[in-house]
């Protein structure tokens, strides 16, 4: 079983007690984090670029206040939970309140505008987010239901999706980050083909009961032959002999030196040890290794049921994982009021799986669903296969 799966299991099922510790732990490592990043720009006299897949710091900051509060403190059907009615309007608005849904709404606030609206500074951001915490807080006193506790947990996960991408952009932007737990680790292991028998694989889950991010929920019945499929991911002994025959390009970060290769990591320059997970690969050139292989990449109903049959020998959570499958909603699929979630992303995107090793431990879950454009190779991204 991967490591941190008890960690995942319990954040979703994470009683008032349990969720008031996490919540303030997820804010002390985002506001750790983004210190780190913030001093480094101010020291390099840098701002955070333009880009589609960066947002500046303070934005991100007050967007993740906003959200705790937007879903909970100023929601008055929070205790209805997936069935609360997203458009309802928002009760006892405090006085700060309609400046923060003009700045922070990430529904409604056009990404190429963020980076010149008049954001308050780091301290007063800083104050607003430790007022919005004290009240979210407040709210769980008594709260044991489901139902109740749903956006608590929408909330303190979509924190630590958010401090995951300010760690894409450290690594984007070569900004250093020196927490052991946001380094990778060597796979020592045999990478080796898992038999995996034939049967029927039922994907998804019902919305009442433990969280669940809507992408996941409804309900796919697959009956699966049976398969081979790498016991984990790949590592850079692995996939290089692809780059070297010319198979692949160059991966990002990646450069080669008269002794062999290096790496980029956390904007330092060093040897690369070829037992690191092979990541920041994108879906085609994970593609292109397997056809140079003779291997696929394996579907998503494969990884799960893989991850599911063989769980001692299946390892995960070293990087994100490209499948071969198209990110598209369960039968049954009913968007939950977070609408932005996962509905305007049905739209070919393939399907990420597992974690990575800047993934909160929280977030490791064997239904999670991750979903990026097959292009990106900022993410921590890499893949194992299957023989084709």
């Given amino acids: 079983m991967n490591p941190h799966q008890a960690a995942g299991l319990a954040a979703r099922r994470a009683g008032p007690d349990a ?8 804010r002390a490592d985002t506001l750790a984090t983004f210190d780190v990043m913030h001093n480094a720009l101010l020291a390099a006299g840098r701002r955070v670029p333009q880009e589609a897949i960066f947002n500046p710091l303070l934005w991100e900051l007050g967007h993740i206040g906003w959200f705790q509060t937007w879903w909970t403190c100023r929601n008055p059907q929070r205790a209805l939970g997936h069935r609360a009615d997203p458009d309802v309007p928002r009760e006892v608005i405090p006085a700060d309140a309609a400046r923060s849904d003009a700045l922070y709404d990430s529904s409604r606030v056009p990404h190429a505008t963020r980076w010149n609206l008049p954001l308050p500074g780091a301290a007063q951001t800083q104050s607003e987010l430790a007022e919005q915490l004290v009240a979210v807080l407040a709210l769980l006193g008594g709260r044991t239901d489901d139902a109740s506790l749903y956006f608590h947990r929408l909330s303190l996960l979509h924190e630590d999706m958010h401090h995951e991408a300010a760690l894409y952009m450290a690594q984007a932007l070569g900004l250093r980050i020196v927490d052991a737990r946001w380094q990778p680790q060597s796979l020592i292991t045999e990478r080796r083909t898992l038999t995996v028998a034939g049967g029927l694989l ?37 996939y290089l002999p692809a780059v070297q025959a010319g198979a692949c390009p160059v991966p990002r970060y990646l450069r080669r030196f008269e002794h062999g290769w290096q790496v980029q990591r956390w904007g330092d320059w060093q040897a690369l040890d070829l037992q690191l997970p092979a990541c920041h690969v994108s879906v085609d050139e994970a593609q292109a290794w397997c056809q140079w292989a003779g ?37 049954g699929f009913e968007p939950h009021p977070y609408r932005d979630y996962s509905a305007p992303w049905f739209d ?4 990420l799986r597992g974690a990575s090793f800047v993934t909160q431990p929280r977030m490791h879950h064997l239904r999670y669903r991750n979903f990026f454009s097959g292009a990106r190779t900022d993410i921590f991204a890499g893949f194992r296969s299957c023989p084709a």
């Fill in 19 to 26: 969720l008031a510790l996490a919540l303030q732990a997820s």
């Fill in 202 to 238: 039922q994907q998804g889950t019902r919305a009442d009961g433990e969280f669940a991010f809507d992408n996941e929920c409804g309900m796919r019945t697959e009956l699966l032959a049976s398969f081979g499929i790498d016991s984990r991911v790949l590592n850079w002994a692995d």
């Fill in 295 to 331: 291997r696929r990449l394996p579907t998503e109903a494969e990884w799960a049921f893989g991850a599911e049959q063989l769980p001692e020998a299946f390892a995960w959570g070293a990087v994100w994982e490209w499948t071969a499958t198209a990110f598209a909603p369960y039968p």
């Fill in 348 to 351: 070919s995107r393939p399907v």
